[in-house]
């Protein structure tokens, strides 16, 4: 078993800053769980803060971003051969992993070591889909895959084309059972037969990674879930800033303005004159879906400000959701409140010497929204 730090959460919440933290201080490298900063030329847009990783000596080493040109496709099961190569590198050096990121489907993809059979893209179905509306091809899947279009994040227009392809091409419209979709591909977990290593390399590792790569030691913490269900090689720790809704919608807000200082438009165009079309924007979402529409005058620039904060909302409540369900599985995550960077680094030494960890203070589970809430809920919780 590989310890692995993992760092997650909701989009705004302050991930970067707090795995480049832990990697300062534990001789970590950061593993990218992002869907889209894998592309280049697309910065500002997919948030890569690049100069938090700081610079020359003093630069954290960092992997998974950048990896391809964004008028190429790029799909989990292409992610997830790019990620365990990095991870097989960092090993190697003797690092600690840290995998950092807010795209559930990979973490969910990586953690508990699907693997992925899905069906090859087929660009001729895929242009014939383009002029059908997001409720149209909603509403096919619904039809044609009734298993399928109820693990399918519907909000993204790409990932239901893609539960289309997989149903029609693999699976002939049957009903699906025991498969998870999970964006670009559809993943089932992978058992590993006792004693057979996937990665026999690490067998020969140095001493010096040793302390990341025990298990079993006295004081161990549990097995984690994810290993128990699918054969998983990584023995993780979960952490992940915690903020309430409202602070979550305040810094989306404010990071939106910033971005388009910093050249948003600017860097969407840039994507235009190198090739990427329209369409290919619109597949990318949020920020570039929107800028599209912007520049092809679609929209007007108010309406492009406030139909972006909306789904960049909507998205981050998906991203709650499914972290909500990382726990309902079994995986205990260590909610941080604002990201305590004290907090984090007590749990990653705990962790790394094989001493038992607290529990975690609560889970999102405990935590309403809206009318039904409990009024104690998210207030106690920040003042913990």
């Not at 920020?287 to 909302?313: K, P, S, T, V």
């Not at 001493?355 to 003042?383: A, K, T, V, W």
Request: net charge positive; glycine share 10%.
């Amino acid at each position: 078993m590989i310890k692995t730090v993992v760092v997650l959460g909701p989009t705004a919440a302050g991930k970067t800053r707090l795995g480049v933290t832990l990697a300062r201080r534990f001789g970590g490298e950061i593993l990218s769980v992002d869907s889209r900063q894998v592309y280049r030329g697309m910065d500002i847009g997919t948030g890569k803060d690049l100069h938090e990783y700081g610079e020359g000596d003093n630069r954290v080493p960092y992997h998974l971003v950048d990896l391809v040109d964004p008028r190429q496709d790029f799909n989990l099961f292409r992610y997830v051969e790019f990620f365990r190569n990095a991870l097989d590198q960092v090993c190697r050096r003797g690092r600690l992993p840290i995998m950092v990121g807010g795209s559930p489907l990979y973490l969910k993809a990586v953690l508990e070591n699907y693997e992925l059979p899905g069906a090859a893209a087929d660009p001729d179905f895929r242009r014939r889909l383009e002029n059908c509306s997001d409720q149209t091809l909603i509403n096919q899947l619904r039809r044609q895959a009734p298993e399928l279009f109820a693990r399918t994040d519907l909000t993204q227009r790409r990932r239901v084309v893609r539960a289309l392809e997989i149903a029609r091409t693999q699976y002939g419209g049957r009903e699906l059972r025991n498969v998870l979709f999970v964006g670009p591909e559809s993943v089932r977990p992978m058992r590993i037969e006792p004693g057979r290593d996937r990665f026999p390399t690490y067998n020969r590792l140095d001493s010096h990674f040793s302390q990341f790569s025990e298990y079993g030691a006295a004081g161990s913490t549990q097995p984690p879930t994810g290993a128990a269900r699918g054969g998983a090689l990584l023995q993780p720790l979960l952490i992940a800033p915690w903020l309430d809704r409202k602070e979550v919608h305040r810094r989306i807000e404010a990071r939106l303005d910033q971005r388009l200082q910093q050249g948003l438009l600017e860097e969407v165009r840039r994507l235009r004159e190198s090739g990427v079309s329209w369409q290919r924007l619109e597949v990318f979402g949020l920020e570039y879906r929107c800028a599209g529409q912007l520049l092809q005058g679609r929209i007007g620039n108010q309406e492009f400000r406030q139909q972006l904060l909306a789904r960049i909302r909507r998205f981050a409540r998906g991203q709650d959701g499914w972290f909500r369900k990382f726990e309902r599985d079994g995986w205990q995550i260590h909610w941080l409140p604002g990201g305590d960077p004290e907090a984090a680094v007590e749990l990653v030494d705990l962790f790394l010497r094989n001493q038992p960890l607290p529990p975690p203070r609560f889970r999102l589970e405990d935590i309403r929204y809206g009318p039904r809430s409990h009024p104690s809920n998210s207030n106690s919780i920040s003042n913990q």
